[in-house]
């Protein structure tokens, strides 16, 4: 949820800094397609909301994917604080078999244990559980309209792409700098 805000406000920025659309359509990345397919992989994980050893496994090659992109394009203005915010998310996810945690205290709501969040990449765990807790969903926005829970690696990214979409959208050239 929380990237998906950052990603509409990077857009919202672009425009009402003088940017295109049509610019931002013009964006070159090198592994491209890559980064597609991996976004396509959590989406149906996502979708999906099952916590099975084929989904986290799914979900860490799809991070994997994205941070493989993200290094692949450091050059694009932006990019490295993605990167690193992937990584963090990655490692997360990885210390703790697959899925991001998230304490049912930081949900604002009954969870049961174990049990993935639906519509998203989270599974509830009780903090004891959790391995690199700091780097796990432990940050909340109560404001919007559904309260969600993020990282610091979420953060980053945000930040990454509230650099990367403006400029591109204001640039005349495929590589923001």
């Given at each position: 949820m929380i990237l998906v805000g950052a990603l509409a406000a990077a857009v919202l920025l672009g425009l009402l800094q003088g940017g295109s659309l049509f610019r931002l359509g013009e964006l070159r990345f090198r592994l491209g397609p890559l980064a597609l397919g991996a976004l396509a992989i959590q989406v149906l994980v996502i979708a999906r909301s099952r916590a099975t050893r084929l989904d986290a496994a799914l979900l860490l090659i799809s991070f994997?994917?994205?941070l493989v992109f993200a290094l692949a394009?450091?050059?694009l203005s932006g990019l490295p604080l993605l990167a690193a915010g992937l990584l963090l998310n990655l490692a997360?996810?990885?210390?703790n078999g697959g899925f991001m945690p998230v304490t049912p205290q930081a949900l604002e709501y009954a969870?049961?244990?174990g049990s993935r969040v639906p519509g998203s990449k989270d599974i509830v765990l009780e903090r004891h559980q959790i391995?690199?807790?700091y780097l796990t969903d432990i940050l909340v926005l109560r404001r919007l309209p559904l309260p969600t829970a993020f990282s610091v690696g979420d953060v980053l990214i945000a930040a990454g792409l509230l650099i990367l979409v403006p400029r591109a959208m204001r640039q005349r050239s495929s590589a923001p700098q």
């Amino acid at each position: 949820m929380i990237l998906v805000g950052a990603l509409a406000a990077a857009v919202l920025l672009g425009l009402l800094q003088g940017g295109s659309l049509f610019r931002l359509g013009e964006l070159r990345f090198r592994l491209g397609p890559l980064a597609l397919g991996a976004l396509a992989i959590q989406v149906l994980v996502i979708a999906r909301s099952r916590a099975t050893r084929l989904d986290a496994a799914l979900l860490l090659i799809s991070f994997a994917t994205l941070l493989v992109f993200a290094l692949a394009n450091l050059r694009l203005s932006g990019l490295p604080l993605l990167a690193a915010g992937l990584l963090l998310n990655l490692a997360a996810m990885a210390a703790n078999g697959g899925f991001m945690p998230v304490t049912p205290q930081a949900l604002e709501y009954a969870a049961d244990l174990g049990s993935r969040v639906p519509g998203s990449k989270d599974i509830v765990l009780e903090r004891h559980q959790i391995r690199l807790y700091y780097l796990t969903d432990i940050l909340v926005l109560r404001r919007l309209p559904l309260p969600t829970a993020f990282s610091v690696g979420d953060v980053l990214i945000a930040a990454g792409l509230l650099i990367l979409v403006p400029r591109a959208m204001r640039q005349r050239s495929s590589a923001p700098q």
